[in-house]
Nanobody, 127 residues
Framework: QVQLAESGGGSVNSGGSLRLSCTGS????????MGWFRQAPGKEREGIAA???????TYADSVKGRFTISRDATKNTVYLQLDNLKPEDTAVYTC?????????????????????WGQGIQVTVSS
């Protein structure tokens, strides 16, 4: 059974940085796509970044240039570097995976793109 576990969340001041990690286990396929989503209070879950088996990243416009997604395939781990954080980035951040090979998309990830989800981790940015 595929399981995902996030770490690295916390509280920072505006302009600060955080690095989130998501480690997976129980993968069936050697190829997989990883994504990050976030959900702020009272808002819908938003897809913000994804990275494909070949290392190609894709981002939502809201985080492009500030967030960086990367992966260490040997550790089944994906990272999300959050820089220049703003109060509006405050949300629960959740990672997700889609097993098997996917042709890279040129758009923000969608909930329906993924099959397995982590529990989520809180990121709070103070002004």
């Amino acid at each position: 059974q595929v399981q995902l576990a996030e770490s690295g969340g916390g509280s920072v001041n505006s302009g600060g940085s955080l690095r989130l990690s998501c480690t997976g286990s129980g993968y069936t396929y050697s190829a997989f796509t990883m994504g990050w989503f976030r959900q702020a209070p009272g808002k819908e879950r938003e897809g913000i970044a994804a990275i494909f088996s070949d290392g190609t990243p894709t981002y939502a416009d809201s985080v492009k240039g500030r967030f960086t997604i990367s992966r260490d395939a040997t550790k089944n781990t994906v990272y999300l570097q959050l820089d220049n954080l703003k109060p509006e980035d405050t949300a629960v951040y959740t990672c997700a995976t889609r097993q098997g090979y996917s042709t890279p998309w040129r758009r923000a990830p969608r909930i329906t793109d993924f099959d397995y989800w982590g529990q989520g981790i809180q990121v709070t940015v103070s002004s």
